[in-house]
């Protein structure tokens, strides 16, 4: 069975979730590497049956000169990068979507700062009103965690403060907020 073009491959990974463009540029790149390196292996397979004399191999390879060179890494840094721009400009690709489906998926469990953290990796950052809608509801984000990990219970000594204050904070609550889950402010 013939393995799936780099465009099939591209719109198979789109069609599981979301992607940035920087992190679908990465594993096409990476797929594209690692094909280029099979075709070349195959290459030299070919060419080694061939010198001995042996029968023919069932399959005849294009061969690829240097699948490591520059050469042939700038062509497939082409190739994807001219792949990655059909696919903004069908539709296939939108960051905006990517970010909104990010921030649907991270909202309930994550505060604003690991959020907007974890788009930065990817080369992106919230609008305005995605921020102060998200900022609106920390709060209330906020209080939902602890209490689904501290069932609600207001620490008693420093040691538990302490212990849900570190939760909170590592995932990505504001210090303010903090303070407020476990003082118990409701607004």
Do not use: C
Not at 14 to 40: C, D, F, N
């Amino acid at each position: 069975m013939k393995p799936l073009s780099l465009k099939m491959r591209a719109i198979a990974l789109l069609a599981q979730r979301e992607h940035s463009l920087m992190e679908l540029r990465g594993k096409l790149l990476r797929l594209a590497r690692a094909r280029a390196a099979e075709r070349a292996a195959q290459a030299e397979a070919a060419a080694a049956f061939a010198e001995e004399g042996d029968a023919q191999p069932r399959a005849v390879f294009e061969p690829v000169s240097g699948a490591d060179s520059p050469e042939v890494d700038v062509d497939i840094e082409v190739e994807v990068d001219t792949l990655l721009v059909w696919l903004q400009a069908q539709g296939y690709l939108d960051e905006s979507r990517f970010v909104e489906s990010r921030v649907h998926a991270r909202a309930a469990r994550y505060g604003n700062r690991r959020i907007q953290q974890e788009l930065s990796q990817h080369g992106l950052s919230l609008d305005a009103e995605a921020q102060a809608r998200l900022k609106d509801s920390e709060l209330g984000r906020a209080r939902e965690v602890w209490q689904r990990k501290f069932g609600g219970v207001t620490p008693e000594d420093a040691s538990a403060r302490a212990k849900q204050t570190r939760f909170l904070v590592g995932r990505g609550f504001s210090p303010e907020v903090v303070r407020r889950v476990l003082r118990g402010d409701h607004d």
